[in-house]
């Protein structure tokens, strides 16, 4: 089955960085995008890229762009998500999830928690 | 960027009910549109995708509608397991945004 296990809880101070990875098991890795998706405590979610694990491309929200960098280890089917200069709005649960290209997101990770706490 | 508005923000129904949410993009997105339902300590769950196509394994009594820039999630018969917060998302143009979200309580 598939499935997208995530790294564990993070707690940061900031101005640090944060990397979380997400392993992928079930399906071919290279045959679907990953996403990386944000939900602040209480609040919505927020898209922020994607990967395509076979070419190595890659897609930033512009708020973003600069600061975080996602890529991948086709080797161990694991997608990373690296985000710098952390501030404390960057405290949330940080998703990764399966895509079929752009289009959807089918299967997500369990989340894993970033603080960034002085 | 495309803004994505969900109404109503929250609503209340009883088991049985019909429940329709709607989402408006803020242009013209056409079919690239997702309903994903979110329970607490849980992650989304993709219910509808490309406006109407239903996700294996989700029930029958969710369905989809709408293209361009209206678009509604509609519950045909509201059951207890279904209260959860709802997100339309746009996956037309880059940032694929979300919509705020509606909270659907069962009474």
């Known amino acids: 089955q598939v499935q997208l296990v995530q790294s564990g809880a993070e707690v940061k101070k900031p101005g640090a960085s944060v990397k979380v990875s997400c392993k992928a098991s079930?399906?071919?890795?290279?045959?679907?995008?990953i996403h990386w998706v944000r939900q602040a405590p209480g609040q919505g979610l927020e898209w922020m890229a994607w990967?395509?694990?076979?070419?190595?491309?890659?897609k930033y929200a512009q708020r973003f762009q600069g600061r975080v960098t996602i890529n991948r280890d086709t080797s161990i089917s694991t997608a990373y998500l690296e985000l710098s200069s952390l501030r404390s709005d960057d405290t949330a649960l940080y998703y990764c999830?399966?895509?079929?290209?752009?289009?959807?997101?089918?299967?997500w990770g369990q989340g894993t928690l970033v603080t960034v706490s002085s | 960027d495309i803004q994505m508005t969900q109404s109503p923000s929250s609503l209340s129904a009883s088991v049985g009910d019909r429940v329709t949410i709607t989402c408006r993009a803020s242009?013209?997105?056409?079919?690239?549109l997702n309903w994903y339902q979110e329970k607490p300590g849980k992650a989304p769950n993709l219910l509808i995708y490309t406006a109407s196509s239903l996700q294996s394994g989700v029930p029958s009594r969710f369905s989809g509608s709408g293209s361009g820039t209206d678009f509604t999630l509609t519950i045909s018969s509201v059951q207890p397991d279904d209260s959860a917060t709802y997100y339309c998302q746009q996956s037309h143009s880059n940032p694929y945004n979300f919509g705020q979200g509606t909270r659907l309580q069962i009474k």
């Open positions: 242009q013209s997105i056409n079919s690239f």
């Open positions: 079930g399906y071919t890795f290279s045959g679907y995008y």
């Open positions: 999830a399966r895509g079929l290209s752009s289009w959807y997101m089918d299967y």
């Open positions: 990967i395509n694990p076979d070419s190595g491309a890659t």
